[in-house]
C-alpha cells in the first residue's frame, strides 16, 4: 500500500517545478545559499525541501504503528503517555562508599535507574595492587576487587525496586557473579533483579580498546553469559550492545547503526549454535546509541534502527515474539561534543541532544554533566543534567504524542535513505565473512579511524562549527576555570589494604582448587564458566584472579595494525 496516488504525487510534482522556476529563482537570483551542497553528518545527501513524491516508494507498512512490527513509530503502543524514560546518570569514581553515596544523591534529586562505571584496572581484569593499576585505582570509574566490593557500592539500596546497569565489559561475566552473589546473600529473589550488563566485547575491540582475551574467547564468554543469565536474572538483559563508543571515536551515524547490528548477528549466532533458542535470549538484548549534534539525523537513525533489529530478527533468525524483535534503547548525550571552551554551553548542547533522543523514541537516558570535558562531573553538573531530563519531561509536552515526527516527509525519507545505507554495510560485512572475521582483520577499525580522521579534518578546516571553538571564539573565554571533581588519592591503599585483609580471611586451598577447575573448564568450549565463577567470588577469589586464570589459558590480544 503506497501514501498518495500517482495522480496525488504527480500534481505535487508540478507544483513543486513551477514553485522552482518562480519563487525559489527569484529568491537565489537575489542571494544564493550559503553552500552548493548540503548533506547530514553521515554523509546522505539532503534536499532543500521534502514532499510527498519524496516518500512515494515508502510502503505505508514501513512506518507501521508503535508498539507493533517493524516498530520504526516505537517499540512500545503508549511509549511515554504510559511510562517516561529511565533516567539513568552514570556514576563511578573512587571506593565503593563514595559511588555509593553519589547513588543516593541522585536518587534524591530524581533519578530512576542506576548506572555504574568502573575504574580501568576493573575494566582489564587486574586487581587495585596490581602493578599495572599504579595511578588508575578509582580514576575514571569504582574500584572493584572482590564480592565484598559490590556488597559496599550497593549498601542500603534495594536491588528488587531499582534498576542497574553495569558498565562493564571484559570482565563483566565476574562483575555479574559478584552482582547476583551479593543479591542471594541479601536475600532477594534474582528474578526481580533488573538492569543491564554492557558486556558487548567486539565494540571493545573496534572502539574503546578495552580488552583482555582474544576475540573469540571473548565472544565464548558472552554466549556463557547470555545463556546463564537468561535463566538465572531474566530481567537482566545481559547485553547492551554499544553503538556509543563507535560515535565516540569519529564513526558516522550509519556507522554506529551497522556495526552494531552485524555485532548483534554474530552473538546471535553463536548462542543459537550452543543449542538456545532467538526467542529464549532475544527479548533481553538490549542497545545504547549516542544522541549526536545532528538532530533529525540521530532522530532518524533510532527509527531505521528499530525498523532494521525487526527485520534481521523476523526474517533472518525467524523470532516469533514481539519482544525478540523490540529494539530497546539506552541513549548518552555525546560526550565527545562537549568543550572545556565556554563549557557552559555543554548544557545546551546536552539539552538538545536529550530532546533528540525522546522524540527519537529513547528507553532510558544519560545526560552528561557541563564539566565532562575535564573530569568526572560534579554533584551540581549531575543535578542540572537530571534536570534537564526532567524539564523535557514534564515541561515542554512532548511525551503527549507517541512518535510526534512520524509522517514527516523529511524524516520519513531520511529514515528510508538512512536504512539503506545500514543494510549496505551488513551486506559487505555478510559477504566478507562475518563481524568476528572482520574484527580480527582490522576492518571495522579501520573504517572507524578513515571516519575519525574525516571528522577531524572538517573541524580543522571550519566546515564543521564548534561554537566558541572554530566559530564566535572569546578571547577571553578560556581564562574561566571550571570547578572539577577531585581524585581520591587514598582510593588505592584503602583497596589494597581491603584486599590484603580478604586474602587473610579466606580459604586459599579453596580458591586455588576452584581457579585450577575454572582453568580446565576453560580448555573446553562446550562448558558455561558462569557456575564456576560464582563459586569463586562467593569463595572470595579476586576478579584479578579470577581473569588471571583465564589469561593463563587463553593468552591476551594483540591488535593488528590500522594505518
Known amino acids: 500500500m503506497k501514501l498518495f496516488s ?32 548540503f548533506q547530514a553528518e553521515c554523509g546522505i545527501p539532503l534536499q532543500r525541501i521534502y514532499t510527498a513524491a519524496d516518500v512515494e516508494n515508502i510502503p505505508a507498512e514501513e512506518l507501521g504503528f508503535p508498539g507493533a512490527y517493524p516498530f520504526t513509530r516505537g517499540v512500545y503502543p503508549t511509549m511515554y503517555r504510559g511510562r517516561p524514560w529511565t533516567i539513568r546518570q552514570v556514576a563511578g569514581f573512587g571506593n565503593p562508599e563514595a559511588t555509593n553515596r553519589r547513588y543516593k544523591y541522585m ?25 599495572m593499576a599504579f595511578g588508575e585505582v578509582g580514576r575514571v570509574g569504582v574500584a572493584i576487587d572482590t564480592i565484598e566490593d559490590i556488597d559496599r557500592l550497593f549498601d542500603g539500596i534495594d536491588l528488587e525496586k531499582i534498576s542497574v546497569s553495569l558498565t562493564i565489559n571484559p570482565s ?45 574467547q571473548a565472544v565464548r564468554l558472552l554466549r556463557d553469559l547470555i545463556m546463564y543469565s537468561t535463566k538465572a536474572t531474566p530481567k537482566l538483559n545481559p547485553i547492551s550492545l554499544s553503538g556509543y563508543h563507535l560515535s565516540d571515536v569519529g564513526g558516522n551515524a550509519i556507522q554506529e547503526i551497522a556495526f552494531i547490528m552485524a555485532f548483534t548477528i554474530a552473538y546471535c549466532e553463536e ?21 549526536h549534534q545532528d ?11 528499530r525498523r532494521v533489529y525487526a527485520k534481521v530478527m523476523s526474517e533472518r533468525f525467524k523470532a516469533r515474539k514481539p519482544e525478540s524483535m523490540r529494539l530497546r534503547v539506552h541513549t548518552q548525550t555525546a560526550a565527545m561534543s562537549l568543550t572545556k571552551v565556554e563549557y557552559h554551553n555543554n548544557l545546551m548542547r546536552t539539552a538538545i541532544q536529550a530532546l533528540g533522543a525522546v522524540l527519537g523514541g529513547c528507553q532510558s537516558m544519560h545526560t552528561n554533566g557541563l564539566d565532562e570535558a575535564f573530569a568526572i562531573p560534579t554533584e551540581e553538573a549531575m543535578k542540572l543534567a537530571i534536570r534537564t531530563q526532567q524539564i523535557i519531561r514534564d515541561e515542554i509536552n512532548v511525551t503527549s504524542v507517541v512518535d510526534p515526527l512520524g509522517g514527516s516527509y523529511f524524516v520519513e525519507r531520511l529514515t528510508w535513505d538512512m536504512e539503506q545505507e545500514i543494510w549496505k554495510v551488513l551486506n559487505e560485512v555478510d559477504q566478507l565473512g562475518g563481524a568476528i572475521k572482520l574484527v580480527e582483520q582490522g576492518w571495522f577499525q579501520q573504517k572507524l579511524a578513515d571516519s575519525a580522521y574525516a571528522i577531524f579534518k ?60 575454572l582453568k580446565e573448564q576453560a580448555r573446553k568450549d562446550d562448558v558455561n564458566l558462569l557456575p564456576k565463577t560464582i563459586e569463586l567470588v562467593k569463595a572470595r577469589a579476586t576478579l584479578g584472579e579470577i581473569c588471571g586464570a583465564l589469561r593463563e589459558i587463553w593468552g591476551a590480544y594483540e591488535e593488528p595494525m590500522i594505518v
Not at 190 to 202: E, N
Not at 273 to 284: E, T
Not at 295 to 305: G, L, T
Not at 470 to 499: F, G, M, W
Request: proline fraction near 3%; aromatic fraction near 8%; charge should be negative.
Open 295 to 305: 538532530f533529525f539525523e540521530q532522530i532518524c537513525k533510532f527509527r531505521a534502527a
Open 172 to 216: 563483566a561475566w565476574v562483575i555479574y557473579a559478584m552482582f547476583i552473589s551479593v543479591a542471594e546473600q541479601r536475600g532477594c529473589d534474582l528474578r526481580k533483579l533488573a538492569g543491564t550488563l554492557q558486556a558487548d566485547p567486539l565494540k571493545e575491540y573496534v572502539a574503546q580498546k578495552e580488552w583482555i582475551y582474544p576475540v573469540r
Open 271 to 291: 548462542v543459537l549454535a550452543a543449542g538456545m533458542d532467538i526467542d529464549d535470549f532475544a527479548p533481553r538484548l538490549s542497545f545504547f546509541f549516542i544522541s
Open 6 to 37: 500517482e495522480a496525488a504525487i504527480a500534481e505535487i510534482r508540478k507544483k513543486q517545478a513551477e514553485w522552482e522556476q518562480k519563487e525559489l529563482a527569484a529568491a537565489l537570483q537575489g542571494r544564493a545559499e550559503e553552500r552548493s551542497e
Open 107 to 131: 536518587i534524591e534529586t530524581g533519578q530512576t535507574g542506576l548506572s555504574t562505571d568502573f575504574d580501568l584496572p576493573t575494566l582489564l581484569g587486574l586487581d587495585s595492587d596490581d602493578p
Open 458 to 517: 572538517k573541524i580543522d578546516s571550519g566546515e564543521k562549527i564548534s561554537v566558541g571553538v572554530n566559530r564566535y571564539v572569546d578571547e577571553q573565554a578560556s581564562a574561566i576555570k571550571a570547578e572539577i571533581h577531585p581524585y581520591d588519592e587514598q582510593c588505592t591503599q584503602l583497596q589494597i589494604e581491603r584486599l590484603n585483609a580478604v586474602r587473610a580471611k579466606r580459604d586459599s586451598q579453596l580458591v586455588h582448587r576452584l581457579l585450577q577447575e
